[in-house]
């Protein structure tokens, strides 16, 4: 199978980083898509131009991150990671880990795509509000990485390691039981390490 992914990617780490938990990571070709340049895109199958995306031998796409990880962990059989009995409760950590990563992005996108005046601070802010809003509802309900982290929690050290590749780690001092918490998560999960942009770009 081929994941359409690129080393900065946070949605794409996360699922390199599940690929890695599952045990499925050497039965993926990384395709690696550069989003600015417009030769590189045409190779991404997914027709909304997102990353990442998974093409399987069949021909078949699988889109999104949460659907391309939960795949992952199916066919994998490492139900560990995705435990059915707690399968609302973790996909909604999940996807409350995603929307702050979601949040950042746009900021990031605000002052790629628009030029110095064409910036929206008031949507700046509100986005901030997201990621701070999202960051402190984490330190407030955190869980214990016990053997094998759960598909939550790998969102959540994703979208710590991008606050620390773009904004230069800022949420550090604020949030300090999430930094000790994901220096736990990269001590116990090797493909965090594997997977750090900041080693890659
Ligand atoms: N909900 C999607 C979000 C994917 C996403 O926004 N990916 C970014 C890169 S990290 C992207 O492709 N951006 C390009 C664009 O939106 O045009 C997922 O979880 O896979």
Not at 1 to 23: C, D, E, N, Q, W
Not at 50 to 63: H, N
Not at 82 to 89: I, K
Not at 102 to 110: C, D, F, I, K, Q
Request: glycine share 6%; with cysteine; proline share 5%.
């Amino acid at each position: 199978m081929k994941l359409y992914s690129s080393a900065p990617s946070p949605f794409g780490r996360k699922v390199k980083i599940t690929a890695h938990l599952t045990g499925l990571f050497d039965q993926i070709e990384v395709v690696n898509i550069d989003g600015s340049d417009p030769q590189s895109a045409t190779l991404n199958p997914n027709p909304l131009n997102k990353i990442p995306a998974l093409e399987l031998d069949s021909g078949q796409l699988i889109v999104d991150s949460k659907v391309i990880c939960e795949y992952l962990i199916k066919q994998s059989g490492r139900r560990e990671l995705l435990p059915e009995h707690l399968r609302v409760d973790l996909l909604s950590r999940a996807a409350l880990a995603d929307g702050i990563t979601e949040a950042a992005l746009l900021m990031v996108y605000e002052r790629r795509f628009r030029t110095e005046s064409q910036i929206n601070t008031n949507w700046l802010i509100r986005q901030n509000q997201k990621v701070l809003g999202g960051l402190q509802w984490f330190t407030d309900n955190l869980t214990e990485i016990v053997a094998t982290p759960t598909i939550d929690q790998v969102g959540l050290a994703v979208t710590l390691g991008y606050l620390d590749f773009r904004f230069s780690g800022e949420w550090r001092t604020r949030f300090t039981d999430l930094a000790l918490w994901l220096t736990q998560f990269q001590q116990m999960v090797p493909g965090y390490q594997l997977t750090d942009p900041q080693a890659h770009a």
